[in-house]
């Protein structure tokens, strides 16, 4: 099984901001075949980048998504209140198609 | 616009069974691979299982491997998770997910239903 480790676990950060999430994998990722999704209370998980650099449709130009192998990373540039929520990182390139524990962006 | 309605949550008792059903609208669903994903109260995402669009493979989390299974009828577009031998660490909000996009490649997942809750207690 792939584990993934999401860091930091809690990240405070204040509007304008720039995020940082990580994700690293135990294994490297098959095709690059990574995702983040993004989670609000009360809420179903968004799909935000898949194949790791690729934004999902409807998806603000703010959120980026970057690495390979086993390394990858979340950017939130200039972050919104509505940014505030609970990432998860997932490789889907061989089963189990693993998620991260998640990491809670929270406001400053 | 896709709409996924999970149903057959509910209270069952440890070592029962329960059959979940997703009913898909919104999209040809015999064209894409679907995932059934679950999650603890309070805790994070655990990939459950997936079937391929043609339901010819299928693969599992080993925590579920040989008591859940997934299945599918495309003439109903439906999609099932049978559950057996189910432990308090099953109790879960269980989402139906449908694949990114058509075809055989691997895909993240975007649509996700609301989830229905299966608790496992006696």
């Known amino acids: 099984e792939n584990v993934l480790t999401q860091s930091p676990g809690t990240l405070s950060l204040s509007p304008g901001d720039t995020a940082t999430l990580s994700c690293r994998a135990s294994?490297?990722?098959?095709?690059?075949?990574f995702a983040w999704y993004q989670q609000k209370p009360g809420q179903t998980p968004r799909l935000l980048i898949y194949s790791a650099s690729y934004r999902a449709p409807g998806i603000p130009d703010r959120f980026s998504g970057s690495g390979s192998g086993t390394d990858f990373t979340l950017t939130i540039s200039r972050l919104e209140p509505e940014d505030f929520a609970v990432y998860y990182c997932?490789?889907?390139?061989?089963?189990?198609?693993?998620f991260g524990q998640g990491a809670k962006l929270e406001i400053k | 616009q896709v709409q996924l309605v999970e149903s057959g949550g509910g209270v069952v008792q440890p070592g029962r069974s329960l059959r979940l059903s997703c009913a898909a609208s919104?999209?040809?669903?015999?064209?894409?691979?679907m995932h059934w994903v679950r999650q603890a109260p309070g805790k994070g995402l655990e990939w459950v299982a997936v079937i391929s669009n043609d339901g010819s493979r299928k693969w599992y989390a080993d925590s579920v491997k040989g008591r859940f299974t997934i299945s599918r009828d495309d003439s109903q577009n439906t999609l099932f998770l049978q559950m057996s031998s189910l432990g308090a660490e099953d109790t879960a909000l269980y989402y139906c997910?449908?694949?990114?996009?058509?075809?055989?490649?691997?895909?993240?997942?975007?649509?996700w239903g609301q989830g229905t809750l299966v608790t496992v207690s006696s």
């Open positions: 997910v449908k694949k990114f996009r058509a075809g055989s490649n691997p895909e993240a997942l975007d649509y």
């Open positions: 294994q490297s990722v098959r095709g690059n075949y």
């Open positions: 919104g999209f040809t669903f015999s064209s894409f691979g």
């Open positions: 997932q490789q889907y390139g061989g089963s189990p198609y693993t």
